[in-house]
């Protein structure tokens, strides 16, 4: 009897005191690597190929506006009834001093270049999210509901708000 009651107080302990060390030094921390960092983007002509890692030309960075420690997603053409139902989604999760968005249509003259040769999206994505470094953080689809919701996440996730 003795003996059993020391095997489930060690088998009670075993968990308790792993789950105390881990509280006191283990850290719950996620990231969202970059794209195009260790392989270069499929480009089509007329583009030209980019070295890794890639970042966006200081051309187009200066034509992006970032405040501090935010993020930039720019979105490109006209938006489907769908799309612009999960945009106002995004909207209300993330305001504009966190994400700044810019909205590109396709008569605007930088649609024809960025789209395929600076952000390398390729249909039916046409959001892209880029952070203050230059870096491609993520291509997504406006109208799919599990591409809106990574979207979301991994902005949390960068910003570190979980």
């Known amino acids: 009897m003795g003996r059993k009651i020391l095997y489930l107080f060690v088998a009670l302990l ?3 005191c792993i789950f105390v060390f881990l509280k006191i030094f283990g850290k719950n921390e996620f990231a969202v690597p970059p794209l195009f960092v260790t392989e270069s983007p499929a480009v089509q002509p007329p583009c030209v190929p ?3 890692p890639y970042s966006i030309p200081d ?3 200066h034509q992006l506006t970032f405040s501090q420690d935010s993020l930039v997603l720019i979105g490109f053409g006209d938006r ?3 799309g612009s139902n999960e945009m106002n989604r995004f909207v209300e999760r993330f305001p504009d ?4 968005r ?3 249509g396709e008569q605007d003259s930088r649609y024809v270049f960025w789209k395929p040769c600076v952000f390398f999206l390729q ?3 046409d959001l892209v999210l880029v952070d203050q470094h230059g870096r491609i953080r993520g291509q997504y689809t406006s109208s799919d509901l599990d591409e809106m919701d990574r979207l979301i996440t991994e902005i949390t ?3 570190k708000r979980y």
């Open 59 to 61: 051309s187009v960075m």
């Open 102 to 104: 810019i909205d590109i």
């Open 97 to 100: 001093a966190v994400v700044n």
């Open 50 to 52: 980019v070295n890794v």
């Open 157 to 159: 996730i960068i910003l």
């Open 14 to 16: 075993l968990p308790a």
């Open 80 to 82: 489907s009834r769908q």
């Open 123 to 125: 249909e039916p994505a």
